[in-house]
């Protein structure tokens, strides 16, 4: 764990409560990141400071696991258990005189846990390595990931339905382009800091255990930079915009969510970039609708094409099609044309399903009034009733 973590309320950034859902964590943050957007606010260094804030807690609390990591950290430093400067031997809460356990936690598996098996487990990991068996440090550094980013798009029905690419502008920190992510002025590199050994952390005894915190001449990375990049002042990233281009593919459904894997803001010093999520937002359309892989229409027909029967071409997502209506067919009746629904992601396509509605006549001619006279008592001739069964009738 990060151990800048334990100094920053993720959840007062977002504006929520600790017991806060998913859900509340995903619509705090897409308000905010909204509101502050640089593209928003250009020039306003506030808002891009408040964005970047927003931006890493949303990271950590919208991935359970991170969650966990972070509650639990911050429920145990707030115990008491461990002072500001490292472990407190004689403190109360949940350890007795001594610093020895009393029942809720173990020392063993505080201390001991993770670094025993030589893996993961135990509290020591949770820690991210702030404490370590008899002061011996971590043999190496972990560079530090950047956050992921999210942001949205909108597309067309069809586009959705069919698949597009599309240009995502976007402004966030990405890898200097001077130094290439390195922090150093171009022609010079890095050196190991001497204090750590490169490991990024620093060891001390405090009576029987060993206290591991991030170096302060390195803090924490395991290297020095003599002279810094001019452009990035040796972080290695800038705020800039860039275009991404993405491929949405084919059937994606409104709210969805796309992830891009090292698109997201650069990591420190060259370190590993973080993802990028796109939720996929999908318009209306005025002829098509969806359900599920199947798409869905309403055809307006005649009175006489449902008693005689008919062929009508109808639109897809790929040209056009006839649909055979039989005679006799109902008002309100769906067919099914195979295989020309929403593509699947496994291969195929779903069906289309075109239902028909009557389009009565607002207006007709004297002549079309009198057949329509005529029809009615041949109608009734026939001994054709409508209502015949209905209501008791």
Known sequence: MNREWLEKDFYKELGISSSASQDDIKKAYRKLARDNHPDKNPGDAKAEERFKAVSEAHAVLSDPAKRKEYDEARRLFASGGFGRGGFSPGGSGAYGPGGFATGEFNLGDIFGGAAAAGGDGGLGDLLGGLFNRGGGARTSSRPRRGSDVETETTLGFREAAQGVTVPLRMTSPSPCTTCHGSGAKPGTSPRVCPHCNGTGVVSRNQGAFGFSEPCDDCRGTGSIIDDPCSDCRGTGIQN???????????????????????????????????DLFVTVHVSQDKVFGRNGDDLTLVLPVSYTELVLGTTVSVPTLAGRVGVKVPPGTADGRTLRVRGRGVPKRGGGAGDLLVTVKVAVPQKLDDNAVEALRRYAEAEKTSGFDPRAGWAGA
């Open 240 to 274: 800039r915009t860039r275009t991404i281009t993405v491929r949405i593919p084919p059937g994606v459904r409104d709210g969805q969510r796309i992830r891009l894997a090292g698109q997201g803001e650069a990591g420190l010093r060259g370190a590993p970039a973080g």
